[in-house]
């Protein structure tokens, strides 16, 4: 017998359930748990801290107020209150009281009149912040906005410099005119463009050259999958506005389904994460192209799973270069697809009960429970240890035809810590767990 000594590589190539485990790519992994794929080593995830304390009920909405100058707010909204969440620590009075849920979509515009923030449910009037008071509007506030029962507007987005708006369970799209907050809302009826009914889901702005060109079109997404790009300025003449067309991309999940990715925009439905550029611009869509390939299985099961419950969000974080697709179980125990978006490399986060996200611009805050968390810091997810699992692709050792017998197996591994660690060696491509317990010691 002779004794031969190979290595195993760190799964830098991140999760993987689409390949058979008897033929993965080595520097796959079958499980990765809490583990984050560099592109040249994986590492145990960082944690969170506590931000803002004291919510009575889930923090179902935290957003981030962007004037042109000045500092930014940050606001949270449980039980139908806002809260100005801005300096971290137990929560104060409410700004706004009495609004009928927390489930809100925002939209930041900048006008010559200044920086505004709207936030929409489609139940209660449109929350409008100007950076010193809230304003709830409708058709005879300051400012009001008339031709449209403002209770209604559920999500928009600014294009071409307009606020473009969605009207709840309709295929009605309305718009103000150019640099306006208020005014009068003009109604796009699209029942004849789309086909297969639903209502519209979300409206984003789809930058496909990733500048202010001539590449930039008006992404319109209805609840049944249908998806309607126009490109233009004004939407009230036919020579400066027209329909690209009107493609089939699949249901979307919630109304936070799309996120700005690079030149892209990419939207999440029953099926997995697409980029629309790649997706779309073909004779017929290409499901090749999901971003979500490689964890496929584990995206459609919660998908199907969890499709009803509130709380699918697209979270993009670009100071850690990350992806953040949540997925709410609804037992309590909320939890996360991440993709390294310089590798393609994806991750699964356990521990952190989200039902919101938001990337700020002092950085990465879910909502959960009971509180606002500052993400992705330090070593703890607040008191307690981060428990970390991974089991790397399964390896024939270059002999598929002989059994093999192990002696040794040494793990590699780097820390500044004094982490507990458990390891074991799984053979005949059984993922079965090691045993034994972990102690930890917080670092």
Not at 388 to 399: E, M, N, R, T
Request: hydrophobic share 40%; net charge negative.
């Amino acid at each position: 017998m002779r004794a031969n000594a190979t290595s195993v590589p760190a799964p830098v190539g991140g999760l993987n359930d689409r390949d058979s485990l008897a033929d993965m790519p080595a520097k796959d992994a079958v499980i990765l748990n809490n583990w984050w794929p560099y592109p040249s080593e994986v590492a145990v995830r960082k944690g969170y801290s506590d931000w803002a304390t004291g919510f009575s009920e889930p923090v179902e909405t935290v957003v981030e107020y962007l004037p042109v100058s000045g500092t930014s707010t940050l606001f949270a909204i449980s039980d139908g209150e806002i809260f100005d969440i801005t300096t971290a620590g137990a929560i104060g009075a409410a700004v706004v009281t009495g609004l009928s849920n927390s489930r809100f979509q925002n939209v930041n515009i900048t006008t010559p009149g200044g920086s505004f923030m709207y936030l929409l449910n489609g139940v209660d009037e449109p929350q409008l912040w100007n950076g010193a008071t809230w304003v709830s509007v409708d058709g005879v506030s300051v400012p009001a906005i008339t031709g449209v029962t403002t209770t209604e507007l559920v999500h928009g987005t600014v294009f071409k410099n307009r606020i473009f708006f969605v009207q709840a369970a309709s295929l009605n799209l309305w718009y103000l005119p150019v640099n306006s907050i208020g005014g009068a809302a003009v109604k796009i009826d699209l029942g004849s463009v789309f086909n297969l009914g639903g209502y519209i889901q979300a409206v984003y702005n789809w930058t496909i050259d990733a500048g202010d060109g001539s590449d930039d079109h008006l992404a319109v997404i209805t609840s049944n999958g249908e998806v309607a790009v126009y490109k233009g300025t004004d939407p009230s003449s036919a020579t400066t506005w027209a329909l690209v067309g009107v493609f089939v991309l699949g249901s979307p999940l919630g109304r936070r389904c799309g996120i700005t990715y690079g030149g892209d925009l990419a939207i999440h439905r029953m099926e997995g994460v697409f980029p629309m550029g790649k997706a779309l611009l073909s004779a017929s869509v290409d499901r090749r192209v999901s971003l979500t390939d490689k964890i496929q299985n584990s995206v459609s099961i919660a998908a199907n799973t969890y499709g009803s419950n509130f709380g699918w969000q697209l979270c993009l974080f670009p100071s850690a270069n990350m992806l953040i697709l949540n997925i709410p179980s609804g037992d309590g125990a909320n939890y996360q697809f991440a993709q390294n978006t310089l590798t393609g490399s994806w991750a699964k986060f356990t521990g952190w009960n989200a039902s919101s996200w938001c990337n700020a611009s002092s950085g990465l805050y879910f909502g959960d429970d009971n509180s606002v968390k500052f993400a992705w810091s330090g070593n703890l997810d607040g008191m307690s240890s981060i428990v970390a699992d991974v089991l790397p692709a399964f390896s024939y050792f270059g002999l598929r035809a002989q059994n093999k017998y192990f002696t040794m197996v040494k793990p590699y591994l780097q820390s500044g810590g004094s982490p507990s660690v458990i390891y074991g060696l799984n053979i005949d491509f059984n993922p079965q767990d090691v045993t034994g317990a972990l102690n930890y010691t917080p670092p």
